[in-house]
């Protein structure tokens, strides 16, 4: 499981002291760092903009990826860009009000990695036509919005069908999962075919974020 990419949610961080939070997360082995972005109408949280992404990106050189749970994403695309941004993830649902294929295309111009995410009340099957036009598949595994909720394992099917998507079709876009997650379901993600996570609090509100890191890894 040493190939397993971890990606720090610094929704769980401690904003107060943000820039050493950071640090700490990259030193102790994190892969990326996940941004969480809401606007208070796509999902019922507001959390952070363009602005504290870019302090991020000053504070590491690991990649940042924007989960933009947001109504017009295409809109925001290149003020996250501009923040310093690698990889930009929007939803498929049509409460985000924007062309997704328009938007995918948009993002890689900008020359960022393109993701796409699903909640869980959305079918694997309103993606597949656009899997083709990915770098990352991020499977909600709770309703967005807020952390700290109960991993729901039903989701997992949807991480088995883009597995065998990636196998038959030869693409390779990663499988990041996203909710609850905490080593024993990191372990459920992992065995359904998940070669991602993100991980908020079971990371950010322990003592030890190298050993919590490792543990997501199942070392």
């Given at each position: 499981m040493s190939g397993i990419i971890i990606a720090p949610s610094i929704l769980a961080a401690d904003f107060s002291k943000?820039?050493?939070?950071?640090?700490?997360?990259?030193?102790?082995?994190?892969?990326?760092i996940h941004c969480d972005i809401m606007d208070g109408h796509f999902v019922d949280n507001i959390s952070f903009g363009p602005a504290i992404v870019g302090f991020v990106r000053k504070e590491t050189n690991l990649s940042?990826?924007?989960?933009?749970?947001?109504?017009?994403?295409?809109?925001y695309v290149p003020r996250f860009v501009e923040a310093g941004v690698s990889c930009i993830t929007v939803?498929?649902?049509?409460?985000?009000?924007?062309d997704v294929t328009n938007t995918l295309k948009q993002i890689r111009d900008c020359g960022c990695r393109a993701g796409l995410s699903l909640n869980p009340a959305t079918p694997f099957s309103a993606v597949e036509p656009l899997l083709d036009r990915i770098d990352l598949l991020l499977v909600m595994t709770v309703q967005p919005g807020f952390g700290g909720q109960a991993f729901r394992a039903e989701m997992m099917e949807k991480v088995q069908r883009a597995a065998a998507w990636n196998?038959?079709?030869g693409t390779k876009f990663d499988i990041e999962v996203d909710g609850g997650i905490n080593p024993g379901t990191a372990r459920q993600a992992i065995e359904n075919g998940a070669n991602a996570l993100v991980a908020g609090t079971s990371i950010f509100h322990t003592e030890d974020y190298s050993k919590a890191i490792r543990a997501l890894r199942g070392g």
């Open positions: 943000l820039a050493q939070e950071v640090r700490d997360v990259a030193d102790a082995g994190a892969d990326r940042l990826e924007a989960h933009l749970m947001i109504e017009h994403a295409d809109h939803h498929i649902e049509p409460e985000a009000k924007h196998k038959t079709y």
